[in-house]
Antibody
Framework: EVQLLESGGGLVQPGGSLRLSCAASGFTFSTYCMTWFRQAPGKGLEWVSDIHGNAGISGRASNPFYADSVKGRFTISRDNSKNTLFLQMNSLRDEDTAVYYC?????????????WGQGTLVTVSS | DIQMIQSPSTLSASVGDRVTITCRASQSISSWLAWYQQKPGKAPNLLIYKASSLESGVPSRFSGSESGTEFTLTISSLQPDDFATYYCQQYIAYPITFGQGTRLEIK
């Protein structure tokens, strides 16, 4: 059974930093694209960042991808030895307040989301 | 960026009704579209991928179709569990984008 368990959310002041984690189990983590989405209170879904899985002869993943709204402030990474996805969030703004979802994509390089975590709430406020 | 225009934003219907939600892409996305259902306080759940493929475990009353850049989610006979918010998503190009959502309410 695929499970994705986010942690690390909480209250942070504007300009502060937070690191989210997502512990994955039930599938071969290294071979799938992983994604962070977010949803501001009462709003729709927003894609944040992708990191591809290992594929091909080289076994190396491509560079990560970011939404313009977080580029230069957020960094996605993964530790395939620990089946864990991360999102380092720096220079946080009020508008970053949202539930952040970790998600597994159907293939190594993307496609639809076949599994979602339960989400972790990040609140940016002074 | 590819814009996904979803309509209606709110839909009132009764148990047993057939309902249709539409999503129009601002440019060609081939069939790279998914539909998700989200209930309050919960993560989204995949219903349809590649425009018309039913995800495993999803009831057959849900179906998806496409015509050019217009995509449709149909629920053939609404059940009480179907009252939720529905989102379309394109995944052919970055940034990945969603429709604004359709809230399906009980009439």
């Amino acid at each position: 059974e695929v499970q994705l368990l986010e942690s690390g959310g909480g209250l942070v002041q504007p300009g502060g930093s937070l690191r989210l984690s997502c512990a994955a189990s039930g599938f071969t983590f290294s071979t799938y694209c992983m994604t962070w989405f977010r949803q501001a209170p009462g709003k729709g879904l927003e894609w944040v960042s992708d990191i591809h899985g290992n594929a091909g002869i080289s076994g190396r993943a491509s560079n990560p991808f970011y939404a313009d709204s977080v580029k230069g402030r957020f960094t996605i990474s993964r530790d395939n030895s620990k089946n864990t996805l991360f999102l380092q969030m720096n220079s946080l703004r009020d508008e970053d307040t949202a539930v952040y979802y970790c998600a597994k994509r159907r293939a190594f390089n993307g496609y639809d989301v076949d599994y979602w975590g339960q989400g972790t709430l990040v609140t940016v406020s002074s | 960026d590819i814009q996904m225009i979803q309509s209606p934003s709110t839909l009132s219907a009764s148990v047993g009704d057939r309902v249709t939600i539409t999503c129009r892409a601002s440019q060609s996305i081939s069939s790279w579209l998914a539909w998700y259902q989200q209930k309050p306080g919960k993560a989204p759940n995949l219903l349809i991928y590649k425009a018309s493929s039913l995800e495993s475990g999803v009831p057959s009353r849900f179906s998806g179709s496409e015509s050019g850049t217009e995509f449709t989610l149909t629920i053939s006979s609404l059940q009480p569990d179907d009252f939720a918010t529905y989102y379309c998503q394109q995944y052919i190009a970055y940034p990945i984008t969603f429709g604004q959502g359709t809230r399906l309410e009980i009439k």
